[in-house]
Each structure stands twice: as C-alpha cells, then as structure tokens.
C-alpha cells in the first residue's frame, strides 16, 4: 500500500468512526437513556463493505437476537440520515464477527495490537486447552452460566477503606459453612472498574471449592436462557435447574428487562432464598434507583445486605498499581517503574481500576518497545487520553437535596414537603434543575424524589431557573458552584 493509499484508509476509517459516534447520539436522543444504555451502550461499528452494509457487533447472542426483532430498522434509518450511502445493517455476536468481517475498516475503539508477541496485557484472553467437561460445566453451560475467572480470587483482590466492608461480606458469605444464611441475597453496586465483578468470581470460586454448586450469570445470559427455554418449550426445566443450585450469582442486574423475564427472575429470587439459598448480585446503582425493575423485585434485592463498592482512594490506587507492575516483572524483569511515577499515575487516573491497568500496560508497551527508561515525562504521554476522558463522578438525587439544603440553611425534610414559603421554594427549584441536569434521571422519577411531585411541576422548576441563570450573574455563579461541588 503505497502512503497515498495509507492516508485515504486512515480518513476513511475516521469518517467511519465519526458517523458511528453521530450515530449513537441520534440514538440516544431519540429512544432516551435507560433503553440506549440497555440495549446500545455496547453496540459497535466492525466495519462498513463495499456494498453498502453496516456491520456491527454485541457480545451476546440475546442482544442481537433483541435488536433484530425490535431495533433494527430504527438504526437503519438513523445510520442512513447520517450516510446515505448505507443501505442495511447486519448484526453479529463479537467473538464470530472478528472471524467473519472483512478488513475494510477496523472496529472502532479496538484495543491496539503490541507487535511484540512477548507483551501480555494483564488482563487477557488467553485460553488453556480445554480439558473434558465435569457435570457441573454441562449444567453451567445449560443454564446459560458464563465461566468464572481463575484470576479473580479474594487473594489477588486489594482491599483498601473503600472497599473494605464488601470484600468483608463476600469472604464472610463464601466462607460460610454453619448452614444458615447471614446476608440473603447480597447486592453490591458500584461504578465501572471498581471491583464488584472480582468479588462476585472470588465468592463463586470460594463456594465452588467447597463442593457446592455455583452458577454466575451476566443478566444478558439470564435473559438469553429463560427466552431460549420458552421458545424450546423447555422453561420448566429451565426454571428447576436453576433453583436447584447453592450459589446464584447474577452480574449487571440493572439491564434486566421485559415484563415476564423480570416476573420470572422474581419468583426465581424468591424460591431460592425460601429453600435456603444463597444469592449475590452486582449492579452500578443501589436497588432503589433501579426505575426500570418490577418494584416487588427492587424490594426483594433492597431486604438484603446492600453494600456500595466506593471508589478508589489514592492509597488503593497506588497498591493496584504496584501490584500490577510487580506481577508483570515476574514475565520482564527489566520492566523498572519508579514509585514517582506510581505515586503520579495514582494521582491522577481516579475513575477507576481499568484504567490503571490501561496506564500500566502503555507503560509496559514502551519500555518493552523502546527498550527506554520509564520517567514521569513517559507516563504524563502515556495516560494523557486517561486522565482527559476519564469518567465523570455519578451525582444522586439524594447528594443534590443534601447540599442544595445545606447551602440555603433548609433541610431537607423541606424541600421534600408541601411548604411553599420563597425560603424553600428557591432551594428546591434550584435542586430539581440540578437533578435534571447532572443525573440520567426522567422528570417523572425527579418528581418522585421530591415529595411525590408532579413531573409538570419538575418541568415548570428546570425552566424558571434556566430563564433566572441567564438574568441573575450571582445565582449563576452560585448554581456553577454547586455543580462543581456536586462534581467533585
């Protein structure tokens, strides 16, 4: 390929990547959050061919099987406003697409590819042979179960202050052996990339080493097989199967949907804990805010042991990050960094552990590739994009009532009654604007938070104060504070 070609592949490939992005803007505006971030968050372009179609990819079968029956002609429509020149889409789960899409654009957002085949990222894909199936991995793979992690144990999990009370209930649950059930089920939440899903392979792990059954499901596999089952006409055996377990763990449980699925994981929810069963349940949010789940069943995650994973503090992040760094010097031991840069790559990568991990296989990249010394003028290039793109803070309503409150001299109690004194009016507007603004909350749900309130009277709040912030400098100034408080 000569350098012309190379440029022209390359522009191509952004173009590609940019309508992709205006794309699922489109999408995301129009169907709203909560069903964009259900069944399009991980949605992504593989690759576009010559003949106009539009591959795009999802890590499971049920979500593909649910965007072709229910989605696929709205993306169609909104891909072909912004490229006229796609005429269809096609959909395919990610581990066949790779092996089956042409080369003509690489996925957006693909992890790069290290030259050297020596360099392993820490987290890898690396598979062993495998060896012939117990009883156990057949009932696994039955009932639609994804396979626990090796690496993911209580010994490789770092504990710090923010994390110290979960990893104390899952090693308290998994270690358990008296008979009785101390915390049924437990549910731990937390953002991305702060170590709920390790503790949820450590307690399978703990509870299978033990001789009991354990099956971990995603909430895409618990969909996928209850749906599989009653198209089989299967789901009796389906539903016996999986309540005759010890352990039922079930991974993102914020993206369950469907009337009858959600019913059945209800009553499977139910079964398990009557007959005395254990169950552990992860989300990114507490059960409380999960609108889209049935309230019988939010109310029966909310009766257990609710556990919040915090984020990291700096002392953590620095313990990640040596841990990582001496563990990758066992396979090269010139890989040098120095505590400088621990303690800077800490300081400033705060969102989450993946993304020390991420600054950490850069770092490993370049001393690997250039053979050169790791220095702190490394490190800021390396993570640059890390520390700009890097998650912003997840506001509740609940942070919002609190320090609105605290800043006008109300509690509140006030701002959730009927009072309707200037003193409380003002501090609740001001609070409900900063609900709709910070938060993915709907207006009805905000209205919900503040006393039961109508989401015309949430409406009415949000566009008085966006009139007042452009006639009053100092309340602007005022709101602009709370924001970045609330940021912080």
């Known amino acids: 390929m000569t350098g012309s070609q190379a440029d022209n592949a390359e522009m191509a490939e952004r173009s590609a990547a940019d309508i992709w992005s205006r794309v699922k803007r489109r999408l995301r505006a129009e169907l709203g959050e909560d069903v964009y971030a259900s069944w399009f968050g991980r949605l992504e372009l593989e690759t576009i061919d010559e003949k106009g179609c539009a591959h795009l990819s999802v890590p499971t079968r049920f979500l593909k099987s649910w965007i072709e029956a229910h989605y696929a002609d709205r993306v169609l429509s909104v891909y072909r406003t912004e490229a006229s020149d796609v005429q269809r889409i096609s959909v395919s789960v990610r581990g066949t697409a790779a092996r089956e899409m042409p080369q003509a654009v690489r996925r957006t957002g693909e992890p790069a590819r290290f030259p050297n085949s020596n360099i392993k990222p820490i987290i890898s894909n690396d598979t062993k042979p495998q060896a012939p199936q117990s009883a156990e991995d057949r009932e696994t793979n039955e009932l639609g179960g994804a396979p626990l992690d090796a690496r993911l144990t209580f010994e490789s999990f770092i504990v710090g202050r923010s994390n110290n009370l979960a990893h104390a209930a899952a090693e308290r649950i998994a270690r358990n052996q008296s008979g009785s059930l101390l915390y049924n089920p437990l549910y731990l939440h937390a953002g991305v990339g702060l170590g709920k899903t390790h503790l949820l392979h450590a307690i399978g792990h703990e509870v299978r080493n033990s001789g009991r059954r354990v099956i971990y499901l995603t909430a895409d596999r618990f969909m996928y097989g209850f749906v599989s089952s009653l198209k089989a006409q299967t789901s009796l055996a389906f539903k016996e199967r999986l309540r005759a377990i010890d352990l039922l763990i079930i991974d993102d449980v914020q993206f369950i949907q469907g009337k009858s699925i959600q019913q059945e994981f209800g009553h499977t929810l139910n079964s398990l804990i009557d007959a005395g069963r254990q169950i552990v349940v992860a989300a990114d949010r507490p059960p409380t805010e999960l609108e889209s789940l049935d309230e019988r069943v939010r109310s029966r995650l909310a009766g257990g042991l609710v556990v919040e994973v915090g984020s990291l503090d700096e002392q953590l992040r620095e313990q990640i990050l040596t841990t990582r760094i001496s563990g990758l010097q066992q396979l090269h031991p010139g890989f040098e960094v120095s505590a400088n840069v621990i303690s800077y790559i800490a300081r400033s990568i705060t969102a989450n552990g993946r993304d020390l991990e991420g600054a950490v296989n850069r770092l490993l990249a370049h001393a690997t590739l250039t053979g050169s010394t790791i220095t702190l003028e490394t490190a800021e290039a390396a993570i640059r994009d890390l520390v700009r793109n890097r998650e912003p803070k997840r506001v509740k309503i609940e942070d919002i009532q609190k320090l609105v409150a605290s800043r006008y001299n109300v509690s509140r ?28 909350r709907s207006l009805p749900e905000i209205g919900r938070r503040f006393g039961g309130r109508d989401h015309t009277t949430v409406l009415h709040a949000v566009r008085k104060i966006e009139k007042a912030l452009h006639e009053d400098t100092a309340l602007s100034d005022e709101v602009e504070l709370l924001k970045r408080m609330l940021q912080e």
């Not at 003193?423 to 603004?437: E, F, G, N, S, T």
């Open 413 to 440: 109690s006030d701002i959730l009654s009927e009072r309707r004194t200037a003193a409380v009016v003002k501090p609740r507007q001001i609070a409900m604007y900063l609900a709709k603004i910070l938060t993915l």
